[in-house]
């Protein structure tokens, strides 16, 4: 067939119906633009529903969060809604929805100013602090029982050479008043006392803060200075030829000055060690793998400190893991031939389990007190653009063994109990004598110290 002549009627319909559909085409973009940009407008609830989408799976639909919200500023009851709550309260969703289906206690969302502390505590600072923990408890200053309430904030721990301590603050302590704010759980959110004191004995470095306290039933008042605390984590003592360590965190540093004062405590004659956990919250997994390196010597029957293991399939198999990575044991330990007891309890978790776990797979010490918290798994944090952060659960981590210790904890081979919280020794806060610690005793018994 030949081609219609250049000018002909058939080509001037071809370049009509051309530019027809450009047109067509620039006007389905600009509707669907204009649709994008509406839906945080006050029509962008009008716009979804005469548009909405389609088969969007397992996509996530933020236009469903969005036209969420736009019913929510438009229609509830209080108006004029903080789109700063709308935005907290949809990051702290998905962490919500994540623990309901995962059943992840740890992932978290942290606010701008949560962050900030976090970052102070991993780095050792406290800014305007006093060095005080507080806790609430029942009658007379009591550790609950389960399931009952609490009415009174304590004093818990006070930290040794810190202001609070110079200002005569005890541990046992009853709060009763900041300034002239008055405390008194009874009946009320036991956190929230929590975190209204808190909020009222930090301040700036420098000022005052008046505290009331109840001790044997009468009202002391107290003047304490702020300072910004800079707060070690690693403490050592001798016992005869036992060396006590306490280590109550892995912060920036941690490993370093525990192999410090291992050095010279050896060079002073310790022959054996005492590495005291409880309490230990954990902190960076690079800290862990320094110190449990100082009692370890890497070779062919000793390897690993820890393996993580991330991006798992829903199932949680260790063999689905897209990322693997071996923490190895580093050279060069200081004191891979001396004999140790781990010291553990209830609030001993994380990169603190990790340490227990390496030391009790190599068969290089005993685990004496009471079962560990249970926490195997390791958060990352991302800061989010609006000044909050995201602490994200990134990987599961496991034993030389291969054992997972989430939620079940590390027994210890040797269960020893406490009298009371109040009876364990420490060299970080004011604390009772050594002798009553039953389960530093038991330590000191199996190294043949006193």
Known sequence: MSAPPEGSRWQRFQRSRTTRWLAVAALCYLVALGAINLRTSAVGSIVSFVFPRIAVG?????????????????????????????????????????????????????????????????????????????????????????????????????????????????????LAAVGSARFDVKGADASAELTRASQLIRGPAGTTVRITVLRGGRAIPLTVRRENLHIPSVFSRRFGNVLYLQVTGFDDGTGDSARQMLKTAIAAGARSVVLDLRGN????????????????????????????????????????????????????????????????????????????????????????????????SVQLDYPLPDGADLHLTVERWYGPRGESIDGAGITPAETVGLASPESRFGLDAISPPPGGDAQLQAALSLLGGS
């Open 58 to 174: 397992d996509s996530f639909d933020d236009n469903a969060v969005d036209t969420e919200w736009n019913f929510i500023r438009t229609n509830y009851v209080y108006r004029d809604v903080s789109g700063k709550l709308g935005t907290e309260g949809s990051e702290q969703g998905m962490i919500t929805a994540l623990d309901q289906q995962f059943h992840d206690r740890f992932t978290s969302f942290l606010t701008s100013a949560e962050y900030a502390q976090l970052r102070a505590t991993l780095s050792g600072e406290r800014g305007g602090s006093i060095g005080i923990a507080i806790e609430a408890r029942c009658a007379a200053g009591a550790v609950c029982d389960s399931g009952a309430t609490p009415t009174e904030v304590v004093i818990e721990d006070v930290l040794v050479n810190q202001p609070a301590a110079r200002a005569g603050i005890r541990p046992g302590d009853v």
């Open 281 to 376: 919250g954990g902190g960076f997994v690079t800290e862990a793998q320094t110190l449990a390196s100082q009692f370890l010597r890497p070779g062919a029957a000793e390897r690993d400190v820890v393996v993580r293991r991330g991006r798992l399939s829903p199932n949680g198999a260790p063999s689905s893991a897209e990322t693997v990575t071996h923490d190895q044991i580093q050279s060069g330990g200081v004191a891979s031939a001396l004999p140790i007891v781990v010291l553990v309890d209830g609030g001993t978790a994380s990169a603190a389990e990790i340490v227990t776990a390496a030391l009790a797979d190599y068969h290089r010490a005993t685990v004496v007190g009471q079962k560990t918290f249970g926490k195997g």
